[in-house]
């Protein structure tokens, strides 16, 4: 017989696991009425990306009184609820779908506002990169500390090129104005990890860093990395200590 702790562990993964709470695995164990478990994980679902999207869309939503769209709207929509039977809570597939719906909503809004491409990326990405499973237990072994371990990028880090420099404008957008705040076209490359965690970071970059990051596939030594980035060894030991306190990148065990 399955456990207290492991019965609540599964209609914890039916609440938030949409294909699962549809699967005959689920179903033939009949643990809760199918019709209010459905209607309560829809419920958790929008509050779960509400939250989300307030948060990781905020400047948009300071520009909403330029603009005259919420990002949360998107919740109410059909396409939304075309998307409830596929919601993976937390996943990385279902926080791109509802950061693509949020994004057409807000780039379909008809304003001139320069740097709003920029913009609707950054916070895509933003909500993108937060997304996945974390580590909860700190006592799994260190990695990094062997000749033969090799850098890796971790799944997920994105490397952004912007038109502007949005860093300049977006402490601007969440303070009191009555114009709209402008910020140079200036191209900027910005780099968003994730520890293992959770903590996002974004950092400003350079060709340097966009050429380790690129390279570090996890099969390259740090000889073969720094060849292939046109730098010395220790640049790139330098770069990638970085990128590793940012998530960035990770090392792993050559084979």
Not at 121 to 133: C, D, H, I, L, Q
Not at 134 to 146: E, I, N
Not at 166 to 181: D, N, R, S
Not at 202 to 210: F, H, I, R
């Amino acid at each position: 017989m399955p456990s207290d702790r492991a019965l609540q562990d599964d209609v914890i993964r039916a609440l938030a696991d949409a294909p699962y709470r549809a699967s005959l695995e689920w179903r033939r164990r009949g643990l809760a009425d199918s019709d209010r478990v459905e209607r309560y994980a829809r419920f958790l679902a929008r509050h779960f990306y509400f939250e989300r999207i307030v948060h990781f869309f905020k400047y948009s939503r300071a520009l909403a009184r330029v603009t005259g769209r919420a990002p949360e709207a998107v919740l109410t929509w059909p396409a939304f609820d075309a998307l409830l039977p596929t919601l993976v809570l937390g996943s990385r597939k279902t926080a791109t779908g509802v950061a693509r719906l949020v994004t057409t909503h807000l780039a379909a809004g008809g304003v001139s506002i320069p740097y709003l491409a920029d913009l609707l990326r950054y916070e895509a990405a933003m909500m993108v990169v937060e997304a996945g499973s974390r580590v909860w237990r700190d006592d799994q072994p260190g990695a990094g500390s062997r000749e033969r371990d090799l850098p890796e990028k971790v799944e997920g880090t994105v490397l952004l090129d912007l038109s502007y420099d949005l860093p300049a404008v977006l402490p601007k957008l969440l303070q009191p104005w009555m114009e709209l705040p402008q910020t140079p076209r200036r191209p900027i490359k910005l780099l968003i990890a994730r520890s293992p965690h959770g903590r996002v970071t974004v950092a400003k970059s350079d060709e340097n860093v966009a050429a380790v990051v690129a390279l570090a596939d996890g099969t390259r030594t740090l000889e073969q990395l720094a060849a292939g980035a046109r730098l010395d060894v220790g640049a790139v030991k330098e770069t990638l200590q970085g990128l590793v306190d940012l998530g960035a990148v990770r090392f792993s065990t050559g084979s």
